[in-house]
């Protein structure tokens, strides 16, 4: 049981880049997940989650209205798509879950974690 993300580069500000979630194991019946990133010495922060049971999704304020999390038609894989990309969108991405409803983007409700990929936001 594990989490892959995948489809992180490099992106010109202003660009586009969707990254992707693939569930191993499980699919996500019944779970929330969520997309956090974190840079170097600073906190991990929640960017995105959705919930399984009903696709209510929250988003930090940062990203609102720039990137769109959800699922696959299957529910084994959890989408971000990311538009209007920033520099300081710069970070290493992870998804988690945790067998719940909507949780808030605490990375301390989650116990799944998937290794991360690194999304670079330069010109």
């Known amino acids: 049981v594990q989490l892959v993300e995948s489809g992180g580069g490099l992106v010109q500000p202003g660009g586009s880049l969707r990254l992707s979630c693939d569930a191993s194991?499980?699919?996500?019946?019944?779970?929330?997940i969520a997309w956090f990133r974190q840079v170097p010495e600073k906190e991990r922060e929640g960017v995105a989650g959705?919930?399984?049971?009903?696709?209510?999704?929250n988003y930090a304020d940062s990203v609102q209205g720039r990137f769109t999390i959800s699922f696959d038609d299957t529910k084994t894989t959890v989408y971000l798509q990311m538009i209007t990309m920033k520099p300081e969108d710069t970070a290493v991405y992870f998804c988690?879950?945790?067998?719940?409803?909507?949780?808030?983007?605490?990375?301390?409700?989650?116990?799944?974690w998937g290794q991360g990929t690194q999304v670079t936001v330069a010109s």
């Open positions: 988690a879950t945790e067998k719940a409803d909507l949780l808030l983007l605490d990375p301390a409700d989650f116990g799944l």
């Open positions: 194991g499980f699919s996500f019946d019944d779970y929330a």
């Open positions: 959705i919930s399984s049971s009903d696709c209510t999704t």
